[in-house]
């Protein structure tokens, strides 16, 4: 099936490694250009050598901490061209409403005011252009809010709301907008923060994987499937998908 995606212009942030580096790969294998940001020169020049080895597509590199409004508006400036915009960076640290407040503020400056801010910057252009694709990797918590991921389902729940006000009148003026989340995925994160908590329930953190037994099929979502529907809804084929949330679980959220 093609896409229709050759030649066109992807900034993905967050897109050194774990779900952002796939969309990344499966973008460039599409034949799109990419603007990839991160904090972490190193790791985007890592993601860089990947792409370039498997794809001769343009990678352009950023390097900024998105919670910084100003550093979203020379992003804005440096980028103001692109077809499609991936929101993917930051994450919303694991807290309940006893959580302190400094660490709500810092966990949605970046993933929350960042998505907002980026989209903000980028609509504008996308719309004087009337074409454009808005993509936002949320997170199935917003749908299922726990009692100890308020900060993470909150954050959550206001990105799939941002896709469908938004994306009810963008259309109007050519601009898709859509929330993908997905359930538990293989990337360092999780791996890491499954690590941790095997260590403190088993003492052990070769066990991490054990909790996957329970998800459908058994295993976590790999990065590649997420980045697969991704690239998908962002092309022409996906035309009249708009202003909702597609989740990527398995269909754990429903059991």
């Not at 229709?4 to 250009?33: C, M, P, R, W, Y």
């Not at 601009?175 to 003492?203: C, F």
Request: charged residues 20%; aromatic residues 6%.
């Amino acid at each position: 099936m093609d896409l229709h995606l050759d030649g066109k212009s992807v900034l993905i942030t967050g897109g050194s490694q774990g779900i952002g580096l796939a969309t990344a790969k499966a973008f460039a294998s599409e034949g799109a250009n990419l603007h990839l940001v991160s904090r972490s020169m190193e790791k985007l020049e890592s993601a860089k050598k990947e792409i370039k080895a498997a794809a001769s597509v343009s990678v352009i590199l950023h390097s900024y901490d998105l919670a910084v409004s100003e550093n979203i508006e020379k992003l804005a400036s440096e980028c103001a061209d692109i077809d499609i915009l991936i929101n993917n960076a930051g994450a919303v640290p694991v807290g309940g409403i006893t959580m302190d407040e400094d660490t709500w503020r810092q966990a949605w400056d970046l993933k929350i005011f960042g998505y907002i801010n980026m989209t903000r910057a980028f609509y504008g252009q996308m719309e004087k252009r009337s074409t454009g694709v808005i993509i936002n990797i949320a997170g199935t918590a917003g749908e299922r809010p726990g009692y100890t991921l308020l900060a993470t389902a909150s954050g959550n729940a206001a990105i799939m709301a941002l896709a469908r006000g938004l994306g009810s009148r963008s259309i109007d003026n050519g601009v898709r907008v859509l929330t993908v989340n997905p359930g538990r995925t293989e990337t360092p994160r999780m791996e890491y923060m499954m690590k941790a908590d095997a260590v403190r329930t088993h003492g052990d953190s070769s066990r991490w994987r054990e909790p996957l037994a329970d998800l459908p099929l058994g295993r976590a979502a790999k990065a590649e499937e997420v980045a697969d529907l991704v690239v998908f809804l962002a092309s022409d084929r996906a035309s009249y998908i708009n202003a909702t949330v597609i989740t990527i679980d398995g269909g754990n959220s429903q059991r």
